[in-house]
Each structure stands twice: as C-alpha cells, then as structure tokens.
C-alpha cells in the first residue's frame, strides 16, 4: 500500500511536507500541494481515518449541507466538493436542508454532533447561518457577509445582459424565480448593467411571471433573460403553449449550464460556472481554518463563462409596442 514516505520520496520533500499538503496544514505552495495529491491519487494513496484521529484529535470529515438536492444545479456542487476533499484525504457527511431554514439549522447541529472538523454550506435564500463551535466556509454570494467563495453572479449576469444588447435587444424582461434570493438578485443586477442604462427592462418573479410573458412578448419584449436554467425551461414551455417561437419571436437565456441546455430545443444560452474552482478553494480555506489559519478577510468570486447557443437571435424586426421600463410584477 502507497505511503506518505513513498509520496515524499517521489516528489523529493519530507514526509511532514506531504502530510501538510494532504491535510491543508502548514506553509506548502499551491503548485507544490497539486503535484503532492496528484501523486498520492496515482499512487491509490488513502489515509487511515483511525491513525489521524488518534494523532490530531480530528476525525478527517467534514460536514456539507445543501440547500436542495433535487436542484441539478447543487449535486454538480457536492459532487466537485467532494472530489476535492479526497484529493486532501477527507470525507464528507451530505445533509440536505429540502428548502427549510429550520432543517437547515437542525442538519448543522447534527454534523456537529457527528464530530465533523468543520462545514461547507450552500445556506437557504435570504439566510446566513452559522456553525456552532466549528470551522465554517459559505458558498452564497458576494452580497452575503460571511461568503467566502461563490460564482461572480454579478459579472456572468452581466455577460448574459451584453451578449442580449450585442445581439440588438433593447427591450427585455428579466426572470426571476424568488425575490428573496440574493443570487438572482444579484444576476438580475448583472444583467442590467450587462444591458445598459437605455434598455427598457421589465422585472417578472415567480408563476404569475411565467404566465404573463407573453403578453409581454406581445407589448414589444424580444428577450427573456432568466436566472436559472430551470426557469428558462418552464418560460419555454409557457412561451410554446402560448404559440410563441424561440428564437423566432422572443430571445431567451438561462442561468449555470445545467446538462439538459444543450437537450432543449432550441439549444440554451446561459453562463457556466468554474464549480471545480469553487469547490477546491472553498475546501482549502476550510482545511486552513481548521489548521488554525486566519480567514480571508473578504469573499472569493469566481468568473463565469458565457455559453451562446441557439435560443439567442438578433430580435425580429416587425414593429411592436415598447414595454414599459423598470417595472415589476409580484409573484
């Protein structure tokens, strides 16, 4: 069996420096910790649990709790986080707080109860938990004050918004599926900055949202820039029983590139998120917490990418009805 003498040997450091690079502890570059853990995964190197605990007091787990697993969006998150905690020798406890804020509190509790080092958590819209007595990184937004890494909503709302403006949109509704949500929030203030200060932008939130657009492609609205593909998915569909083509009639985009984009018709334009990146330096924040590092002062964004495809055209260039500007529907 694969060892950290072995690892050490073949990447000519100590031991103690592979130990640290593994474990997130001490001062290891992070080009040199990359080639140590590639090392060790080549070699089928898996720490034992049982040794760690009894040398450090720590049990090697860590704790996760999601927001909701049946959003295809946040297993594509545990998943990347996951990865990245074998890759330092950890494991990881799953709860799914099933869009509760009490069982979001409940769940913390039990994990720590369960001994686990510290907690990664993607919290409920509109709340900013914390772990009692245990290292704790948040994966949220930049507008949440104890985010500590996130997607750039801000900025791949912004790419969105430009791509639609490039194209010749200047009148657009904006998607959103709840208010309370600081990242469609966010997006939305992406989106309009991405669209500019002459775009005559109407805001729509939730079911009553759904319904009304297409009576707003009907009052001149030729793009529809959702904050989530799951909500460009259900705008498809009321636009199509509506008789409206995409992008025929109306122009519309999504939100994280979730697999089944490409397996609409037409094919979604959305933005993608770096989740390895995030889920890596989420976990080497946590690893450095519990190591008894300092947190980062303020929050990491990473960039998006935008993804055109073929639900985005140049607007038809019939005449219709302007829509009014900076307005918005309840849900």
Known sequence: MASIKQIAQDIGVSAATVSNALTGKGRVSKELAERIRTRAEELGYRPSNAARALKTGQSGILGLVMPDLTNPLFPRIAQNLSIAAEARGLG???????????????????????GVDGVVIVPQKGTSPEAPGLPMVTINTARDPRNTVSAD????????????RALGHRNVVLLGGDRV??????RM???????????????EWGDAGLA?????????????????????????????????GVPRD??????????FATAMHPA?????????A?????????????????????????????????????????TRPKIPTNTERLP
Request: charged share 20%; no cysteine; aromatic share 2%.
């Open 189 to 203: 203030r992406g989106m309009r900055e991405g669209l500019g200060a002459d775009a005559g932008v109407e805001t």
């Open 268 to 276: 979604l334009t959305t933005t993608a998120q770096d989740v390895s």
């Open 250 to 259: 109306v122009s519309l985009t999504g939100f994280d590139d979730l697999p």
């Open 278 to 318: 995030i889920a890596d330096y989420a976990l080497e924040v946590l690893t450095g917490l519990i190591a008894g590092a300092e947190r980062p002062e303020t929050g990491h964004a990473v960039p998006m990418r935008l993804v055109p495809r073929a639900s985005t055209a140049a607007p038809r260039t019939d």
């Open 92 to 114: 990881i406890l799953i709860a799914d707080s099933r869009g509760s804020e009490a069982r979001q509190n409940e769940a913390l509790h039990q994990l720590v109860g369960r």
């Open 212 to 244: 009304a657009l297409p009576e707003r492609v009907g009052q001149g609205a030729t793009a529809i820039l959702a904050t989530s593909d799951l909500l460009a998915l259900a705008a498809l569909s009321h636009l199509a029983r509506a008789g409206l």
């Open 153 to 164: 909503h801000v900025g791949g709302g912004a790419l969105i918004g430009a791509h639609v």
């Open 181 to 186: 949500s600081d990242v469609q929030q966010d």
